[in-house]
């Protein structure tokens, strides 16, 4: 996956309604910004990848506990310059959870968010 198919995804992206308000600024950023897959691209903001971790049977969900915000979180991260989105969720997952054996359960976009992170130093 690339830039240009990513933009074409969320071209096409449903979604719930919700998730609406976050194509405009999200499509904006990947086409104005090119560094947009880097975590030094601070404002306003950088496209990361997460995945959210589930059995077989998908009964159960194995969560993160977030450190500095101390919440709850599914797993994703920073692309550190890869466009291939879905190969960042799958290492996100795998580096944080630790368990090397996943696979997607659908292909393509199943959630986009926008959410401000409190700096950490």
Same mark, same amino acid.
């Given at each position: 996956?690339? +830039?240009?198919?990513?933009?074409?995804?969320?071209?096409?992206?449903?979604?719930?309604?919700?998730?609406? /308000?976050?194509?405009?600024?999200?499509?904006?950023? $990947?086409?104005?910004?090119?560094?947009?897959?880097?975590?030094?691209?601070?404002?306003?903001?950088?496209?990361?990848?997460? &995945?959210?971790?589930?059995?077989?049977?998908?009964?159960?969900? $194995? $969560?993160?506990?977030?450190?500095?915000?101390?919440?709850?979180?599914?797993? &994703?991260?920073?692309?550190?310059?890869?466009?291939?989105?879905? +190969?960042?969720?799958?290492?996100?997952?795998?580096?944080?959870?630790?368990?090397?054996?996943?696979?997607?359960?659908? /292909?393509?976009?199943?959630?986009?968010?926008?959410?401000?992170?409190?700096?950490?130093?």
């Amino acid at each position: 996956m690339t +830039r240009d198919a990513l933009i074409a995804d969320l071209e096409t992206y449903q979604g719930e309604a919700e998730e609406h /308000d976050f194509l405009a600024p999200m499509l904006h950023l $990947l086409r104005t910004e090119p560094r947009c897959f880097y975590r030094d691209c601070c404002f306003p903001g950088h496209i990361t990848g997460s &995945g959210l971790l589930m059995n077989k049977q998908s009964d159960k969900i $194995l $969560l993160n506990h977030h450190k500095i915000m101390n919440i709850w979180v599914g797993f &994703g991260g920073h692309a550190d310059g890869d466009e291939n989105i879905a +190969r960042v969720a799958q290492r996100e997952v795998i580096e944080e959870s630790g368990i090397e054996q996943v696979q997607f359960a659908l /292909d393509g976009i199943w959630d986009i968010d926008i959410h401000p992170i409190p700096f950490n130093a």
